[in-house]
């Protein structure tokens, strides 16, 4: 029972629902899905990146339809 308490407690699940909300906004600022394959890749700052699924070149801003 004490150690229902202790992982409920709300810092507990304040701190964890905060992590998670930080990891998801750091995700969704560094990778973007490839226009062509869908795959997860890194976002493009500057230039164009080639996707190591399909091999085709995508850059920043291009979207999935």
């Known amino acids: 029972m004490l150690v229902v308490e202790a992982v ?6 304040i701190g964890a629902a905060l992590a998670v ?3 998801l ?3 969704w600022r560094n990778y973007q899905r490839c226009p062509h394959c869908g795959r997860i890749v890194p976002r493009v700052s500057q230039g ?3 996707c190591r699924a399909c091999g085709r ?4 801003g291009l979207r999935v339809r």
Request: charged share 15%; glycine share 16%.
């Open 8 to 13: 409920l407690s709300p810092p507990l699940v």
């Open 48 to 50: 164009w990146f080639r």
């Open 25 to 27: 906004f750091w995700g």
């Open 21 to 23: 909300g930080l990891g």
């Open 57 to 60: 070149q995508y850059r920043k």
